[in-house]
T-cell receptor, first 112, second 111 residues
């Protein structure tokens, strides 16, 4: 059974650009959530989707957005990139909300 | 606002020792608590999930306990091995699928 797949694994972008990250959950999982991990702030919740609906959003600016498709795959987008957006972005999937979460390997975003 | 604290921040022990990692949380209104390990530059690997109605959960050499009333969880690792070296994170699941994480305990097992 395939795990959570995140693409791409690594990205280097320039300030002001935008970026789209992709997450394919475990087959049958309908809940997808996103997290940002930095050395200073640790793991912080970005948003969560279930059945194509955003159910919860963390305390991040509107430059961070996401969506979920009918096959449960999810994308997150960051517009007008800033140096502080450099981080490991992790996606988690679960069968239903509040059940065990399984994480992907993450996308390492570097903004220069 | 839920806050999760992990103590100690770092721990170094010789191979073969039994050890305990601690996690505390401020709001007892949680759905579940989950323990993860993270290797450098990698994603999170789920170790154990404890549902809010459970007191403990075991998987191999790992045993996790949960005391909701006192806002505490512990992860017990028996007979530690060098391969156990990693950062261990606890997270409370609070509403929908929002995980609130502690800062982690960086564990080093010395051969």
């Amino acid at each position: 059974k395939a795990g959570v797949t995140q693409t791409p694994r690594y990205l280097i972008k320039t300030r002001g650009q935008q970026v789209t990250l992709s997450c394919s959950p475990i087959s049958g999982h309908r809940s997808v959530s996103w997290y940002q991990q930095t050395p200073g702030q640790g793991l912080q919740f970005l948003f969560e989707y279930f059945s194509e609906t955003q159910r919860n959003k963390g305390n991040f600016p509107g430059r961070f957005s996401g969506r979920q498709f009918s096959n449960s795959r999810s994308e997150m987008n960051v517009s007008t990139l800033e140096l502080g957006d450099s981080a490991l972005y992790l996606c988690a999937s679960s069968l239903e909300p509040s059940t065990e979460a399984f994480f992907g390997q993450g996308t390492r975003l570097t903004v220069v | 606002k839920q806050e999760v604290t992990q103590i100690p921040a770092a721990l170094s022990v010789p191979e073969g020792e039994n050890l305990v990692l601690n996690c505390s949380f401020t709001d007892s209104a949680i759905y579940n608590l989950q323990w993860f390990r993270q290797d450098p530059g990698k994603g999170l690997t789920s170790l154990l999930l404890i549902q809010s109605s459970q007191r403990e959960q075991t998987s191999g050499r790992l045993n996790a306990s949960l005391d909701k009333s006192s806002g505490r969880s512990t992860l017990y690792i028996a007979a530690s091995q060098p391969g156990d070296s990693a950062t261990y994170l606890c997270a409370v699941i609070q509403g929908a699928q929002k995980l609130v994480f502690g800062q982690g305990t960086r564990l080093t097992i010395n051969p």
